[in-house]
């Protein structure tokens, strides 16, 4: 899931050049540094709620669409060392929908979004005492919903926060056992990247 998650951000960064010289489409390429808190209550007896996380998001559209179309890749992960063991979570999501903005021709302005994402979820524990470990991965398929602010500049440079909500309960196939657990969650976090148009 990593590898595939890298070739489409080198696709996306390679086709950015050529996508500001298409006639009448505009649109961003933003990167994104935030932190995504789990849904999962469960994860509470170890600190794993709360995940560092970064990722792109990508919009474009004709500038006669009411709406443009949006692609999110987010990747995070929390780490806990209780005692002997090293338990590790890590989510990749791919978001596909559509963002409306209500800046206009100014430079400051609000934003909503919708879609659905295929979302990937890994838990892992590595029991140091006893030289064993468990893993455990699934990946599904949910809605989620965002909405923030964007300062656009004048050289092409903008720059925001955005909050979002994913949704989706992953069935984990470990070694042994299947566990349910809810792998989407609130995103919190800026953004920064160029616009074009």
Not at 17 to 42: A, T
Not at 85 to 109: H, I, M, N, P, Q
């Amino acid at each position: 899931m990593k590898n595939i998650l890298a070739l489409i951000l080198i696709g996306v960064f390679l086709s950015f050049p050529s996508l500001s010289y298409c006639r009448g489409l505009m649109g961003n390429v933003n990167f994104f540094l935030g932190k995504k808190q789990s849904d999962d209550d469960g994860l509470k007896e170890l600190d794993l709620k709360t995940a560092g996380e970064f990722g792109l998001m990508m919009d474009f559209k004709d500038r006669y669409w009411p709406v443009s179309l949006e692609i999110d890749l987010f990747m995070s992960s929390a780490e806990d060392i209780p005692d002997d063991v090293r338990a590790t979570r890590s989510t990749d999501e791919v978001g596909f929908g559509f963002r409306k903005y209500f800046v206009g021709r100014k430079t400051l302005g609000p934003f909503i979004g919708a879609g659905v994402a295929y979302i990937h979820g890994v838990v892992k524990e590595e029991d140091r005492a006893n030289n064993k470990t468990y893993r455990a991965s699934g990946s599904t398929l949910g809605p989620w919903v965002n909405l923030g602010f964007q300062f656009k500049g004048s050289s092409g440079i903008n720059f925001g926060l955005i909050i979002r909500q994913s949704y989706g309960e992953v069935e984990l196939q470990g070694d042994n056992e299947k566990i349910k657990t809810q792998a989407g969650g609130k995103h919190v976090g800026i953004f920064i990247g160029l616009s074009f148009d």
